[in-house]
């Protein structure tokens, strides 16, 4: 059951991430041709400033379910220096808690934000509001997908307890004055 998860988690991680560089893409020629229309034709686009911004938006929060996942919005590299072993993984629950906290916040507000403005159009287009404000929801239901899927594979031990690729070291595993480096010689 839990594989089964996890695999289900990595492709809508993936999903998320698709669409998150899709909309960084957009977010990119849109701003570029804003850019082209302003100052080189001198006739200001009235719609690309607001599509750009939106996919930004939903850039960003479509992008929180894979830094979620790797572990890398909720790093604190100090505390995890900080911990014992022993707790790496009762900190992961906390941490993980807190996450699921916000990220149910987030969803609950930005459910009433994207119905609340569901009959206001974007300046510049005949577009509702609500499909930008939708990011908020939308983003935060992947995330809390991600993080659940991070938890659960460490406390399986599927996967290294702390954040992926840290460049932190446990204490004892921190070189010591006078340790040799692997080739066996002193540089």
Same mark, same amino acid.
């Given at each position: 059951?839990?594989?089964?998860?996890?695999?289900?988690?990595?492709?809508?991680? +993936?999903?998320?991430?698709l669409?998150?560089?899709?909309?960084?893409?957009?977010?990119?020629?849109?701003?570029?041709?804003?850019?082209?229309? %302003?100052?080189?034709?001198?006739?200001?686009?009235? /719609?690309?400033?607001?599509?750009?911004?939106?996919?930004?938006? /939903?850039?960003?929060?479509?992008?929180?379910a894979?830094?979620? +996942?790797?572990?890398?919005?909720?790093?604190?590299?100090?505390?995890?220096?900080?911990?014992?072993? %022993?707790?790496?993984?009762?900190?992961?629950?906390?941490?993980?808690?807190?996450?699921?906290?916000?990220?149910?916040?987030?969803?609950?507000?930005?459910?009433?934000?994207?119905?609340?403005?569901?009959?206001?159009?974007?300046?510049?287009?005949?577009?509702?509001?609500? /499909?930008?404000?939708?990011?908020?929801?939308?983003?935060?239901?992947?995330?809390?997908?991600?993080?659940?899927?991070?938890?659960?594979?460490?406390?399986?031990? +599927?996967?290294q307890? !702390? *954040?992926?690729?840290?460049?932190?070291? *446990?204490?004892?595993?921190?070189?010591?004055e006078?340790?040799?480096?692997?080739? !066996?010689?002193?540089?």
């Amino acid at each position: 059951m839990l594989a089964v998860f996890l695999r289900l988690e990595s492709h809508l991680t +993936r999903l998320a991430l698709l669409i998150a560089v899709v909309m960084l893409a957009i977010s990119v020629t849109l701003s570029f041709y804003q850019v082209l229309t %302003r100052f080189v034709f001198n006739a200001p686009s009235t /719609w690309s400033e607001v599509a750009s911004r939106t996919a930004m938006i /939903w850039c960003v929060f479509m992008a929180a379910a894979a830094t979620f +996942r790797g572990g890398y919005m909720m790093a604190v590299e100090v505390i995890y220096k900080l911990v014992p072993t %022993r707790f790496m993984k009762l900190l992961e629950i906390v941490i993980v808690v807190c996450c699921l906290l916000v990220l149910g916040v987030l969803i609950h507000y930005g459910i009433q934000m994207t119905m609340r403005v569901s009959s206001q159009t974007m300046s510049g287009m005949n577009i509702s509001m609500s /499909w930008a404000y939708a990011a908020i929801p939308m983003g935060s239901c992947f995330a809390i997908v991600a993080a659940v899927a991070r938890l659960l594979a460490q406390l399986s031990d +599927r996967e290294q307890v !702390g *954040p992926e690729n840290s460049e932190t070291l *446990p204490e004892a595993e921190l070189p010591q004055e006078g340790d040799l480096p692997k080739g !066996g010689s002193q540089p």
